[in-house]
C-alpha cells in the first residue's frame, strides 16, 4: 500500500499509451448477489446503485452480432480481450490486459466445472453478464484483475418458445448453429429448458522461421516452418431449471448443465532448411481426436422470513470425463519416418460444492450478510504413450497416471451501509483456503496449502449538486492461486526442443501471488440516457509467477517459478448513448466505445518491457448501431490491442503486433415472430505476428510466428413460436 501513490505518477504519463507499440526486437442476475438492485433492461441502473464498481450487459446486447460462443461476445466488451484458438473455438480471456488466471470467470456465480469452457456457452442461453473490476467478499478473491460472472437465463413468467438456427462460413469451412428454449409454468412449477448445439470446422495456415546466431552475429541456421490445421467439432448443451414455490417466502430450485463435446483435428508441419543444419524433425503429421461429456446439478433453498432476513442454500455435484487419443508421426530431412508415436489419455473428475447466505436486518439502512463457499474435487489422469523409430526399431514407453484432489473453503462477511442519501459504503472481509494434493506414478506425493485473507471496502459517492454523476473508490486483497499444471511435476515434451519451444514441467513449490489493489471511478450518466465512465487502478503484487526457461542436461525446460514482486496501473474509459446526445437533430444511432491503458513492471526481471504475463499495453472498441425502420437495423464495431514486446525473463524477450477487427451486422425484422440477422466478421482479415527470442551465452534463438486470420460470414434465423 505504500507505493499506492505510484498511481498518481503514472495518470500523468498515460497520454502516450495509445502510440503504436514498440519494435519488435532486433535479429440470472448472480443468484447469490446482495447488492440493492432495481433491474432495467439497459444494466445502467444495476450499474449505477451498485456499490461494487461493474458493467452490466443485457440479453438484447449479447445477441446482437448473432455470435456462436461466448468468446466472440466478450471480445468487444470494456477492458476485456479474448485470444482465440484455431476457429475461434478456446482461448484466454483477459481483464485489464493479464489473462493464466488473474481474471476470475464464474458461471451464474460459481466456477466454471472441470472441462467446461466458455466457448461451450451460446449467447442466446445468457440472461446478462456482469463485468466486476473490484472485488466483493462474496465472490472468491481469486480476481486480481476482475471478475466476469456470466448469468444464464431466468425462468420468464409466462410461457415462451424461442428457436434459432444459423450457419457462417470462414476459409470455406462451414459452421452450423441452433439454439432455443421451452418454457412454462403450471401453478406454483415454473420451468426452462435452454438448448444449444454448434457443429464447427475450421482450416488455417501459419508460417514460421527461426534464425539462431553466434555470440559475434554470425548466422548459422535458418529454417523455415510451414503448419495447416485442420479440424471440425460439435458442442451440446441443456441447461433446464425449475423453480417450485412451495410457500410465500419459500421457493427450492433445481437446474443443471449437461454439455457433450467432440473434436478431430489434424495439423501438418512442414520445413525448409535454407542455411545450416535442419531440425531433427522437418515434417511432422499430427492427428488427434477427443470426447468429453460435463454434468453439474445444483439445488438451491430459499427462505424468507417476516422480519426481512432471508437464508440463500445451494449444493452440487459435478462430473466430467475426458477421452483422447493422438497419432504423431515425423520425418527428418532425408524424409525417413524416425518417430511413430501414439497417445491414449484419460481424465475423470468428480466434484461437490455448497455455499451460502445468510442476509439479516441488524440495523437501519444496512444489508448485512455472512456465508459461506466450499467445494471439493478429485481427479484422475491416465497418459499412455509408445513411441517407434521405424528406421531403427528403438521404442519408447512412457505411462504416467496421477490422482489429485482439490479441497476449497472460505468464509465471507459483509455489510452494505447506505450512511446518507448519497453515501453508500461496502464492508467486506473473506477467508479462503485451498489444499492440492497429487501423487503419481512419476513423482511422490505433493501437498501444496495456501489460506488468504481478504479485507475489502468500496465506496459511492453521488455528488451533490447533481443527479448524475458519482464517484467511486475501493482497497481490496486478491490473489492468484497456482493453476493444477502449474503445480503438478509432470513433463510435458516439444517434438523439437529448442528455447522457444521448450519442455514443460510444473513446479509443487509454487506460492499464491498476493496483492493490495485501489480502484477509483467517475460515473456520468447524461439526460436521455447512457454513461460516461472513467476509472484507474493499481495493484501492488507479491510472489509473482513465471515461466522461466532454463537449460538442463541439455534440454530446454520452461517451469513456472516464483520471481518477486510487482506492480500494474492503468486507465480504463468507457461509454455509451446516442448520436443526438452530441449533435442536435442528428439520426437516432445508437453508440458506445472503450479504451483501456494497461501498464506494469516486475522488479526481479530487468527493463525495459519487463511486463506481468504479457500484459496487453492497450485495447479499445468502437461501435455504433441504426434502426432504419421498425423492420431494418444495421451496425458496426471495430476493436483494436496492441501486444507490443514483454520480457518473459533475462533471457527471452517476446513481441505481439496490433491485431485490429471489423465487423457489421444487419437485422431484418419480418414479423414480431421471426427475425433474420446477417453478420460479416474479421473484415480485416489481419494475420498475427508474433516474434520469440532467446538470448544467452551460446548466442540467440529467434523465432517469427504469422498465424493467417480469415473473414465469416454467417446468417442467423430467429423465431418465437
Request: aromatic share 10%; net charge neutral; hydrophobic share 35%.
Amino acid at each position: 500500500m505504500h507505493r499506492i501513490p505510484a498511481l498518481l505518477a503514472f495518470l500523468v504519463t498515460f497520454a502516450a499509451a495509445a502510440q503504436q507499440p514498440s519494435p519488435p526486437p532486433a535479429a440470472a442476475k448472480d443468484p447469490h448477489k446482495l447488492e440493492k438492485i432495481e433491474v432495467q433492461g439497459d444494466g445502467l441502473s444495476e450499474r449505477r446503485e451498485s456499490t461494487a464498481s461493474k458493467i452490466v450487459v443485457n440479453h438484447e446486447e449479447i445477441t446482437r452480432h448473432g455470435d456462436t460462443n461466448l468468446l466472440e461476445v466478450l471480445k468487444r466488451l470494456p477492458g476485456i480481450t479474448v485470444d482465440s484458438g484455431p476457429g475461434g473455438r478456446g482461448g484466454v480471456v483477459r481483464m485489464r490486459g493479464l489473462g493464466s488466471g488473474y481474471t476470475q470467470i464464474l458461471v451464474n456465480g460459481e466456477p466454471m466445472p472441470p472441462g467446461f469452457t466458455l466457448d461451450n456457452i451460446a449467447p442466446d442461453t445468457i440472461e446478462r453478464i456482469e463485468i466486476v473490476r473490484g472485488a466483493t467478499a462474496e465472490f472468491s478473491a481469486q480476481a486480481m484483475a476482475g471478475t466476469i460472472n456470466v448469468v444464464l437465463r431466468r425462468i420468464p413468467t409466462q410461457r415462451r418458445r424461442e428457436l434459432k438456427a444459423g450457419a457462417s462460413v470462414e476459409n470455406g469451412r462451414p459452421t452450423v448453429n441452433a439454439s432455443g428454449q421451452w418454457a412454462d409454468n403450471s401453478g406454483k412449477l415454473s420451468w426452462t429448458v435452454p438448448f444449444s448445439f454448434v457443429r464447427f470446422a475450421f482450416e488455417n495456415d501459419n508460417y514460421s522461421r527461426q534464425v539462431a546466431t553466434l555470440p559475434d552475429g554470425t548466422v548459422f541456421q535458418v529454417y523455415d516452418f510451414h503448419r495447416n490445421n485442420l479440424g471440425w467439432g460439435l458442442n451440446a448443451n441443456l441447461t433446464p431449471k425449475l423453480t417450485w414455490t412451495l410457500d410465500k417466502g419459500h421457493t427450492f430450485s433445481w437446474d443443471t448443465f449437461a454439455g457433450y463435446n467432440q473434436f478431430r483435428g489434424h495439423f501438418r508441419e512442414d520445413s525448409v532448411p535454407i542455411t545450416g543444419a535442419p531440425p531433427q524433425y522437418t515434417d511432422t503429421d499430427l492427428r488427434t481426436g477427443s470426447e468429453s461429456g460435463t454434468f453439474r446439478t445444483n439445488a438451491q433453498w430459499i427462505r424468507r422470513f417476516d422480519d426481512g432476513s432471508r437464508i440463500d442454500a445451494r449444493i452440487g455435484v459435478t462430473t466430467f470425463r475426458f477421452d483422447g487419443d493422438s497419432g504423431y508421426t515425423a520425418d527428418n530431412a532425408a524424409g525417413i519416418q524416425t518417430l511413430e508415436r501414439r497417445v491414449e489419455s484419460a481424465i475423470q473428475d468428480s466434484g461437490i460444492s455448497s455455499n451460502g447466505k445468510y442476509t439479516f436486518p441488524l440495523l437501519a439502512g444496512h444489508a448485512l450478510v455472512t456465508g459461506w463457499d466450499g467445494a471439493y474435487n478429485k481427479r484422475g489422469d491416465t497418459r499412455l504413450q509408445r513411441d517407434l523409430n521405424p528406421s531403427t526399431g528403438a521404442r519408447l514407453v512412457l505411462d504416467e497416471d496421477f490422482d489429485t484432489q482439490v479441497g476449497r473453503v472460505a468464509f465471507f462477511a459483509q455489510d452494505e451501509w447506505d450512511v446518507t442519501t448519497r453515501f453508500a459504503l461496502y464492508l467486506g472481509l473473506r477467508w479462503e483456503g485451498i489444499e492440492t494434493k497429487s501423487e503419481g506414478n512419476t513423482y511422490s506425493e505433493i501437498v501444496n496449502r495456501s489460506h488468504v485473507a481478504s479485507p475489502i471496502v468500496n465506496a459511492l459517492w453521488k455528488l451533490p449538486g447533481t443527479q448524475k454523476d458519482q464517484v467511486r473508490a475501493g482497497i481490496s486483497r486478491t490473489y492468484k492461486a497456482p493453476a493444477i499444471n502449474d503445480l503438478v511435476p509432470r513433463r510435458f515434451f516439444a517434438p523439437n526442443n529448442t528455447p522457444t519451444t521448450p519442455d514443460f514441467i510444473g513446479n509443487p513449490a509454487l506460492k499464491p501471488e498476493l496483492a493490495w489493489g485501489l480502484d477509483l471511478a467517475y460515473e456520468h450518466y447524461p439526460a436521455g440516457g447512457g454513461v460516461v465512465s472513467l476509472s484507474a487502478y493499481h495493484r501492488r503484487v507479491e510472489d509473482i509467477v513465471q515461466r522461466q526457461v532454463f537449460l538442463e542436461d541439455g534440454i530446454y525446460i520452461s517451469r513456472p517459478t516464483n520471481v518477486g514482486t510487482g506492480k500494474t496501473s492503468g486507465i480504463e474509459f468507457d461509454t455509451k448513448g446516442k448520436l443526438s446526445q452530441l449533435v442536435e437533430g442528428a439520426p437516432a444511432i445508437d453508440l458506445r466505445g472503450n479504451f483501456a491503458v494497461n501498464r506494469s513492471q516486475v522488479d526481479f526481471i530487468p527493463g525495459p518491457h519487463n511486463r506481468l504475463d504479457q500484459q496487453v499495453p492497450w485495447n479499445g472498441t468502437v461501435g455504433a448501431d441504426y434502426r432504419f425502420s421498425p423492420e431494418l437495423t444495421v451496425g458496426s464495431s471495430f476493436t483494436a490491442r496492441a501486444g507490443g514486446t514483454v520480457r518473459a525473463s533475462q533471457s527471452q524477450v517476446i513481441y505481439t503486433g496490433v491485431n485490429r477487427q471489423l465487423e457489421v451486422y444487419a437485422l431484418w425484422r419480418f414479423s414480431p415472430m421471426v427475425q433474420l440477422r446477417l453478420t460479416a466478421q474479421n473484415l480485416l482479415a489481419q494475420d498475427v505476428l508474433v516474434v520469440n527470442r532467446f538470448t544467452d551465452a551460446s548466442g540467440s534463438l529467434e523465432r517469427t510466428d504469422i498465424a493467417h486470420r480469415y473473414r465469416r460470414f454467417a446468417f442467423l434465423w430467429e423465431f418465437k413460436l
